[in-house]
């Protein structure tokens, strides 16, 4: 019998053993499992998905600061870097939120990367994510504040342009009436009375082409063109000037080069590279013009004679109202716009245009642009 009660106790002692084992080994498994969520939290439920579909910046913080999760977005304008926010003026806000509970929206400008001096405009919101987390939101607002600064600088330039021939125009008439008795004064001021108003009718004319060009409709409907025409058009636009100072123009190069686009504006484009290389080459020059087609662009290439332009003015010459001389300019009635409407007028057509020049050997602007597709009518067709 004792032996018998021996072996039902120790049975016993073990069964309670063993129930006191699992005990302790369940509650250790649930504390561990907390920790591993604390350590590493998952992001509350759709959320995750929101920010994978967001264009803009989102960012979901942790206690600890550390980006639980991140939209394309925010890796896309460098807010997010190894799991942190790079920016400490967000990492700021978001401790603030983190403090009061509080939202907070705010416009930053932050530094676009770790040297230079581009810079990034943001709009921020920063808020509560559930008890734990903090949700940012920004949304990337450089290319507006860019354009507000351009259209800043255009007016400008436009008050500083207009008002040379605005005031020219005012003492001439002036003059003009002064020297009412003095017919010879008279015809004098009236020339140069109609020169001015002829400056004045060319700035306004290439406002409002530069204006067209950078309309979303600009091209309209784009037609099948000949490349080698529409040179031949703005080389006719230039015939007189060209021979009134002794200049030939060449023209050469393919014939069968064709594009697609709007006729006036590639027109404009070439006739305002055409007229520079006019007003900027010595009488009794030389300019040539080549059009050719290589591997599906087609390239118009305008050379002169001229002074060339130093290297420090290449990549400024498409702004808005630059001119590499000055004084020569105004003498010659440029308006500064010709460059930015031929740079407009390309880049709308899907290409762009380059320059090459050295001081002393004369200037290249050449268009380049893509090569109309060949359209082919089905098998058993005629074209």
């Given at each position: 019998?004792?032996?018998?009660?021996?072996?039902?106790?120790s049975l016993g002692l073990g069964l309670i053993v063993g129930a006191g084992f699992v005990w302790i080994l369940h509650i250790a498994e649930r504390r561990g499992t907390h920790a591993a969520q604390v350590v590493s939290p998952a992001v509350p439920d759709g959320v995750d998905a929101v920010l994978d579909a967001m264009e803009s910046a989102g960012v979901v913080l942790d206690p600890s600061n550390n980006v639980v999760k991140a939209s394309p977005g925010a890796h896309?304008?460098?807010?997010?870097?190894?799991?942190?926010?790079?920016?400490?003026?967000?990492v700021e806000m978001v401790d603030s939120v983190r403090r009061t509970g509080e939202p907070i929206t705010a416009e930053c400008e932050l530094a676009r990367g770790p040297f230079g001096e581009a810079n990034i405009h943001l709009s921020v919101r920063v808020a509560r994510l559930g008890s734990r987390y903090v949700l940012l939101l920004a949304e990337d607002r450089t290319e507006s504040f860019r354009l507000d600064s351009v259209r800043r600088d255009f007016v400008a330039n436009i008050s500083h342009e207009l008002k040379t021939p605005i005031g020219a125009v005012s003492?001439?008439?002036e003059a003009l009436d002064d020297a009412s008795d003095d017919p010879d004064q008279v015809r004098r001021f009236a020339l140069r009375l109609s020169e001015e108003a002829s400056r004045l009718a060319r700035i306004t004319q290439d406002i409002i082409e530069l204006s067209r060009l950078q309309a979303t409709d600009?091209?309209?409907?784009?037609?099948?063109?000949?490349?080698?025409?529409?040179?031949?058009?703005?080389?006719?636009?230039?015939?007189?000037?060209?021979?009134?100072r002794g200049i030939e123009i060449a023209l050469r190069?393919?014939?069968?080069?064709?594009?697609?686009?709007?006729e006036k504006l590639l027109v404009t484009a070439v006739d305002n590279l055409i007229s520079n290389a006019i007003q900027y080459s010595p009488d009794d020059s030389r300019i040539g013009i080549g059009v050719r087609d290589v591997d599906g662009v087609v390239e118009i290439?305008?050379?002169?004679?001229?002074?060339?332009?130093?290297?420090?003015?290449l990549d400024r010459v498409f702004e808005r109202f630059f001119?590499?001389?000055?004084?020569?300019?105004?003498?010659?009635?440029?308006?500064?716009?010709?460059?930015?409407?031929?740079?407009?007028?390309?880049?709308?057509?899907?290409?762009?245009?380059?320059?090459?020049?050295?001081?002393?050997?004369?200037?290249?602007?050449?268009?380049?642009?893509?090569?109309?597709?060949?359209?082919?009518?089905?098998?058993?067709?005629n074209p």
């Open positions: 019998m004792d032996s018998a009660w021996l072996v039902l106790l896309a304008i460098g807010l997010v870097w190894n799991g942190a926010l790079v920016h400490p003026r967000l003492l001439l008439a600009a091209l309209g409907n784009a037609v099948l063109l000949s490349a080698h025409k529409i040179v031949k058009a703005a080389v006719d636009q230039n015939r007189v000037a060209a021979e009134a190069g393919d014939k069968k080069a064709e594009i697609m686009g709007d290439a305008v050379t002169d004679q001229g002074e060339g332009i130093p290297e420090e003015d001119r590499v001389d000055q004084a020569r300019s105004r003498n010659t009635g440029g308006t500064g716009l010709g460059l930015s409407i031929v740079k407009h007028a390309v880049q709308n057509h899907g290409g762009e245009v380059r320059v090459w020049s050295q001081p002393g050997r004369g200037s290249t602007f050449t268009i380049r642009l893509p090569e109309a597709a060949v359209i082919r009518p089905p098998i058993g067709e």
